[in-house]
């Protein structure tokens, strides 16, 4: 049977949302990832940096900027060390200028990613994907790329639905 594996990144403290700024205890990607996890047999793993991004929002979104500037790759905690046994992998992250927080870069790079089919989920305040399908396109040459799903984080608590609808989509057994 082929297994599932959730990665995701997400930040919880301050956040844009519908021109706000608000403090979020759990950051809109987790959860969906989690939404995810409970719609099909799978195991979730978060991308952790070792340096923790600030919770003022401008002086993340500085932060970010600085990193998606100069190319960084963050350090991570944690990798999957399976990798392997997983045949379709959901990347889940936030829109962060434009493309994916520069650790899901890191976490691609230190995975082997060929040949896995890849299913990308965003959430945004606007922006959808961004580049971000592209980026994984060209940091995973050799992988499958599904169709993507934006979702606005101001609906993450609602998109069930359209998650599982996603997930049916392309040939899911939802469980119940
Ligand atoms: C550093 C940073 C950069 C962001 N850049 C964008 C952007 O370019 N476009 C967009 O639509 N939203 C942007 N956002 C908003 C986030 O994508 C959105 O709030 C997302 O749901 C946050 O997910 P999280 O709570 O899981 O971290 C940005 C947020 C942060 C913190």
């Not at 980026?135 to 359209?162: E, F, N, T």
Request: charged content about 20%; overall charge negative; some cysteine.
């Amino acid at each position: 049977m082929s297994k599932n594996l959730i990665v995701y990144f997400s930040r919880s403290g301050e956040n844009y949302v519908n021109g706000q700024v608000v403090s979020l205890e759990k950051g809109n990607t987790e959860v969906v990832a989690e939404m995810i996890h409970s719609c099909i047999e799978s195991t979730l793993f978060q991308v952790e940096t070792i340096h923790e991004y600030p919770q003022d929002y401008h002086q993340c979104t500085q932060e970010a900027k600085k990193e998606l500037e100069n190319n960084e790759r963050p350090k991570i905690l944690d990798y999957v060390h399976q990798f392997k046994d997983y045949d379709h992998i959901f990347l889940c992250y936030p829109n962060w200028w434009s493309t994916m927080p520069m650790a899901m870069f890191t976490f691609l790079e230190s995975h082997q990613t060929e040949h896995k089919h890849i299913y990308p989920l965003c959430t945004h305040e606007g922006s959808r994907m961004g580049h971000s399908v592209e980026d994984i396109q060209k940091l995973c040459p050799q992988a499958i790329i599904h169709q993507p799903l934006a979702i606005r984080g101001s609906q993450v608590k609602h998109a069930k639905g359209q998650i599982e609808k996603w997930l049916k989509d392309q040939n899911f057994e939802i469980q119940i």
